[in-house]
Structure formats: structure tokens, C-alpha cells
């Protein structure tokens, strides 16, 4: 399976929190991170917060099933101190599954804590200009095409960050 996740963090070091979340999908049993997006810098959406966000994304192939992968999800926010003591909170990190691909046909779920597609990425520059990275001819695994839901957020500010974030070092036989 693969997954597509977005990364953003407005609190605290914003890159090293996202650089710990590509280390520990990497460590997650069965999982690769295949490739990882530019770093933007963003404006928060939805809340009245002043701190900048830094937004990114993964590309995750897993042999985890949906429900399994937002479990990590939730558990590496977990493990960076994410709290949520309110709806559009401040964060530390955010993991949102955006996506999943089964090498043939995208993934649908709807239940009470997971919705994939997220149904809010096609509104959302901080998302979809990421997303772009990782697929750069807006069509991502020939199912869903990027460049018209991006074409109607330009009025949301986005911004390359000058940093970025990297793939864990492939392990080294001893």
C-alpha cells in the first residue's frame, strides 16, 4: 500500500519535529519512505494562531492496513509532544493521512476516525504544493490529477522554506 502524508509543525523546532516524524515512518515495520517533498512555509488556515507553519509531505509504501497507518500517525505526533487541546490548536506536529494507493485503484475509507481521501487536501496549497513535489506531473499514481485543485488555491500563501527535509539513511549491512 501506499500512502501519502502531510507534515506540518508551527511550534517549537518545526524541521527537526518533521525530520523525527520521517525517521520514526521509516522505522515502522514493513514501511519505506519512498520520497519526501520541498519544505514550505505557510500561514495558518482555520485559526487565528500568528506562528508560521512549515508544511511537507511523504510518500509512504507500507504493508500496514489504513486504520494501522493513522495509528502511527497519531503515535509520532504522540511522540513529539503533540496535544490537542482544541480544534485547529497550535501544533508541534501534525501527521495527516491524505491518501492511499493499492498499486491499482486509490484506497477509500469512511468510518468515525478515518476519512481517505482527506477531505479537505483539495482545498489546501499547504497540501497540494507538496503533493506536487512528489509526483511533479500533478497526477499522482494516474488516479488524481493535482494541477486543477492547485490552480484554484493561489490565493493562499505558500513560500519554499530554504531548508529541507531528507530520507533516512538506508541501513548498512554489518
Known amino acids: 500500500m501506499f500512502y501519502l502524508v502531510a507534515l506540518g509543525s508551527n511550534l517549537g523546532d518545526r524541521l527537526a519535529h518533521m525530520q523525527s516524524a520521517v525517521h520514526a ?10 520520497r519526501v517533498s520541498g519544505v514550505y512555509e505557510t500561514a495558518p488556515v482555520g485559526c487565528t494562531d500568528d506562528n508560521v507553519y512549515l508544511n511537507a509531505a511523504v510518500l509512504l509504501q507500507s504493508g ?13 505526533e504522540a511522540s513529539r509532544g503533540r496535544r490537542r487541546p482544541y480544534i485547529n490548536a497550535p501544533r508541534v506536529l501534525d501527521c495527516d493521512l491524505i491518501f492511499a494507493f493499492d ?3 486509490e484506497v477509500r475509507v469512511n468510518t468515525p476516525n ?29 488516479v488524481l490529477d493535482l494541477r486543477p485543485a492547485l490552480r484554484q488555491v493561489t490565493d493562499q500563501a505558500l ?14 549491512n554489518e
Not at 497540501?127 to 494516474?142: I, K, N, R, T, Y
Not at 513560500?159 to 548498512?172: I, M, R
Open 25 to 34: 515512518f521509516s522505522c515502522l515495520p514493513g514501511t519505506e519512505v519512498v
Open 64 to 76: 500496514l492496513a489504513p486504520q494501522e497507518m493513522l495509528g502511527a500517525c497519531l503515535g509520532v
Open 103 to 105: 498499486g491499482e485503484r
Open 114 to 142: 478515518l476519512t481517505l481521501p482527506h477531505p479537505r487536501f483539495l482545498a489546501r496549497r499547504f497540501v497540494l504544493q507538496p503533493l506536487c513535489d512528489l509526483f511533479p506531473g500533478g497526477s499522482v499514481f494516474g
Open 159 to 172: 513560500a519554499p522554506a530554504g531548508c529541507a527535509l531528507f530520507l533516512p539513511a538506508a541501513p548498512q
